[in-house]
Nanobody, 128 residues
Framework: QVQLVESGGGLAQAGGSLRLSCAVS????????MGWFRQAPGKEREFVAA??????????ADSVKGRFTVSRDNAKNTVTLSLQMNSLKLEDTAVYYC???????????????????WGQGTQVTVSS
């Protein structure tokens, strides 16, 4: 059973940076697409970034393009998905979730419905 655990959230000032990580466990060969989503208070969950098994193909929400970078480390027996967040804005404040599509023929996707395994989320708060 695949499990995802996020880390790296916290408090940052506007204009600052944070790096989120998502550790994958429970599957020795992890070639499935993964993504980052976020949910701010009172708002629906929204797509942030996603990549295929090697991050040779990446997608970004327009609101984070040029500021956020998704990457992936497929080391032996472990997979870590990262999100480098630079030039943070107040509107980036949200709970950030890591997600994976572990279906047999999963393709990198921006739709939350395409992902079937989710982490517990990590809070990112940007202050002025």
């Amino acid at each position: 059973q695949v499990q995802l655990v996020e880390s790296g959230g916290g408090l940052a000032q506007a204009g600052g940076s944070l790096r989120l990580s998502c550790a994958v466990s429970g599957r020795p060969f992890s070639s499935f697409p993964m993504g980052w989503f976020r949910q701010a208070p009172g708002k629906e969950r929204e797509f942030v970034a996603a990549c295929d098994w090697s991050c040779s193909t990446t997608y970004y929400a327009d609101s984070v393009k040029g500021r956020f970078t998704v990457s992936r480390d497929n080391a032996k027996n472990t997979v870590t998905l990262s999100l480098q967040m630079n030039s943070l804005k107040l509107e980036d404040t949200a709970v950030y979730y890591c997600a994976a599509d572990v279906s047999p023929y999963g393709m990198v996707n921006m739709a939350a419905s395409a992902y079937d395994v989710w982490g517990q989320g990590t809070q990112v708060t940007v202050s002025s």
